[in-house]
């Protein structure tokens, strides 16, 4: 969580990085770094544009947040607003030229001073502010928790849940995918028994693909979420596996073809799915996730809009197809960080320059950094979970 920090980067000794400045408690602005929440329907929203000029205060919200594809944001209409209790409760409604009205009532803002939980538009849909990637912060806190107020509110993950397979009754193969949710999650853990055995705890990420135990019938997976103050309760979800019968051992005859008479109409032709150019950026209606077609004919994911925003400028180039094009590409590999990008885990302050193919060097002196014309604010974070993506080259030690 974001407190007053003067932070300290070490590339082969200690750095000096600079410090982030706290405006007010009382009335506080987005931090730079941390902006970005995530609408399902409408991509990245950015609560700390510099137009934007968003403040937080004891009432509520003033400002406006940026979508680059469907624009400004009020979070003061005349007609509603955003409105805060002073303890970081929000409600009330922020208004979009383009996208209508989204209700922030889900919305809270912690001790912290990081949003959590969703707002929800009938155009945006779901608007998460704590998912793996997106994270909003202001240097506001809640009136209890400022010099002489009450107790602290930190609260283990909440609004929790799993559903496989965007909610299938059923499927034919034990290779599922998992969505997760939770509100103030760091870690989860997931198995294929109520008692966990043999799993262990990993990052928390909304998605996540899951092997189901071999053998007809219904199957649960279990998972549960956990933060620095506590873990959550454990959630379920179920579905049914059906595999298919193998050729020469099932009882079940193979369905008979049904007539071709004039009735039906003789000319009924199954639309084949469309195929798609290797480079090309797609994404199905239903979700917000951007693929990009690779040459092995495999979609490959963006993990974060820092991934996609090192490749591109913008969505223009962004096609949406039916999903029954997207699903005939299996996944593939993430997609890594542009070659040229420059990078560090947020657990290690060793600065990295990312080189071709998805090779990692070390930049090992401030020295040679400098020499080399870059600067901190060039640096993007990488997540831990996404470390095995990248190969550890040589080490960059000269200019």
């Not at 000029?53 to 209409?77: E, Q």
């Not at 998972?223 to 009882?251: M, R, W």
């Not at 000319?267 to 290797?278: G, L, S, V």
Request: aromatic share 12%; hydrophobic share 35%; glycine share 10%.
């Amino acid at each position: 969580m974001l407190k007053k920090i003067s932070a300290i980067l070490v590339i082969g000794f200690l750095v000096a990085y600079p410090a982030i400045s706290l405006a007010s408690t009382t009335d506080g602005t987005i931090d730079s770094t941390y902006k970005y929440a995530w609408g399902e329907n409408i991509g990245w929203l950015n609560f700390g544009n510099e137009g934007g000029d968003i403040h937080v205060t004891d009432n509520g919200l003033t400002g406006y947040a940026w979508s680059a594809n469907y624009g400004w944001i009020n979070l003061d209409p005349t007609t509603s607003g955003v409105a805060n209790d002073g303890e970081g409760d929000l409600s009330g409604y922020a208004w979009g030229e383009n996208l209508g009205w989204i209700d922030f009532a889900n919305v809270s803002i912690d001790d912290d001073g990081q949003f959590t939980g969703t707002a929800t538009g009938t155009i945006s849909g779901v608007v998460t502010f704590d998912c793996t990637n997106c994270d909003v912060r202001t240097d506001w806190r809640p009136a209890s928790t400022r010099s002489g107020g009450g107790t602290s509110r930190k609260y283990p993950p909440a609004d929790t849940s799993i559903t496989i397979n965007n909610y299938a009754a059923t499927t034919s193969s034990t290779s599922v995918t998992l969505n997760l949710a939770a509100t103030n999650a760091t870690q989860m853990i997931i198995a294929n028994s109520a008692d966990f055995a043999g799993a262990s705890w990993e990052t928390f990420a909304t998605t996540k693909n899951w092997t189901l135990t071999d053998g007809d019938g219904q199957k649960t997976v279990y998972t549960q979420f956990k933060n620095t103050y506590g873990q959550s309760g454990i959630v379920s979800d179920s579905i049914t596996l059906a595999t298919p019968s193998q050729p020469g051992g099932g009882t079940t005859p193979p369905p008979t073809p049904p007539a071709n008479n004039s009735e039906e109409g003789d000319d009924q032709q199954i639309e084949e799915p469309q195929t798609y150019a290797a480079g090309s950026l797609v994404k199905a209606p239903e979700f917000a996730t951007v693929y990009y077609i690779g040459d092995d004919a495999k979609r490959h994911i963006f993990p974060d809009e820092h991934v996609y925003f090192s490749h591109y400028s913008d969505f223009s180039q962004v096609l949406t197809i039916p999903l029954t094009d997207l699903q005939q590409y299996p996944l593939g590999a993430n997609m890594t960080y542009k070659p040229g990008s420059l990078v560090k885990l947020t657990t290690d302050p060793k600065v990295y320059r990312v080189d071709t193919p998805n090779i990692l060097r070390w930049i090992v002196s401030e020295e040679v950094f400098y020499a080399l014309g870059y600067n901190f604010s060039l640096v993007h974070d990488l997540s831990d979970a996404y470390w095995l993506d990248y190969t550890v080259g040589p080490d960059i030690t000269s200019y």
